[in-house]
């Protein structure tokens, strides 16, 4: 079991992922509104799932993932509206595990997020 932690700034995308997200009752889910905020909180998390937005104020969302309290502990997906394939790169090259741009089918990020999963509890058995 792992922990699925939201980070955007906008509260509407955040309750609408925590809806979508009631499929994985066995996942205690976590939201953040800024980057800023996961930032501070990330190395006494336990070890989980981030749906990171990447258009946030003060602290981006692949700026985020430079930190290495995202990368030692968690399996990030980076989620966004206005996306484009040197984004996606750059995400994927600061240690993203996938780059999810909106609208997605929520089957999409379903599946994303069950990868994730598989991925971090490959992880804690290595580790």
Do not use: W
Request: glycine share 10%.
């Amino acid at each position: 079991m792992g922990s699925i932690y939201i980070v955007d700034d906008d509260p509407g995308a955040r309750e609408s992922l925590c809806q979508l997200l009631s499929v994985f009752p066995i996942h205690e889910v976590k939201t953040f509104s800024s980057g800023i905020a996961f930032a501070e909180s990330a190395a006494g998390l336990p070890p989980g799932v981030v749906l990171l937005d990447h258009h946030m104020p003060k602290l981006t969302g692949l700026e985020l993932l430079q930190m290495r309290q995202v990368h030692d502990r968690h399996v990030t997906i980076v989620i966004t509206g206005m996306g484009n394939p040197a984004m996606a790169a750059t995400a994927k090259q600061r240690g993203a595990f996938d780059f999810i741009e909106k609208p997605y089918p929520p089957g999409q990020l379903l599946d994303a997020i069950a990868r994730a999963m598989a991925r971090l509890d490959g992880d804690k058995a290595d580790g």
